[in-house]
């Protein structure tokens, strides 16, 4: 499994007894039930809260509906944390930013100790490149950061 081999920074998280903030990046499509579990499994491994965050841009014309929908979805993995006894906040960013850009700067000012994100398969091509919020994620964020497909 793949908790047996962590690094450094987790081993003194564990040892401290800090509890780590792990963010999980959610749009409420297919690949969100995969980023749960793994968020899930690391939250009881590392004593973690799970702060699962859906990012908007905002201004659209569908706005109301598309915010909605996501309100309804993050009530739905509230519940699932809440079921399994897991400590986890949910936020929906909507201010104007990017979602890469508002991920990484919402996982900053948290103090979140990893960020966990989906990622489409591609192409070839495209399997050098991540999607755009993918990659700004990954580039920018100053913890580590797990992709899953």
């Known amino acids: 499994m793949y908790l047996q081999n ?11 007894g800090v509890t780590m ?14 980023l749960l579990k793994i968020a899930l499994e690391h939250a009881r491994a590392f004593k973690g809260e799970v ?11 569908d706005e109301q509906l598309n915010v909605q929908e996501a309100e309804e979805n993050l009530e739905k993995v509230k519940a699932f944390f809440d079921e399994k006894e897991v400590p986890c906040k949910t936020h929906l960013l909507v201010r104007g930013l990017e979602a890469g850009e508002d991920i990484v700067s919402f996982a900053r000012e948290k103090q979140v100790g990893e960020i966990i994100i989906g990622v489409k398969s591609r192409s070839k091509v495209g399997k050098l490149l991540f999607g755009s919020t993918a990659q700004a994620v990954i580039l920018q964020a100053d913890c580590p950061v797990l992709t899953v497909r």
């Open 21 to 34: 903030k792990i963010l999980v990046g959610y749009k409420g499509v297919n690949l969100g039930a995969d």
């Open 6 to 16: 962590l690094d450094e920074k987790y081993r003194l998280i564990l040892k401290k």
């Open 51 to 61: 702060l699962i965050v859906t990012s908007m841009v905002g201004g659209g014309k």
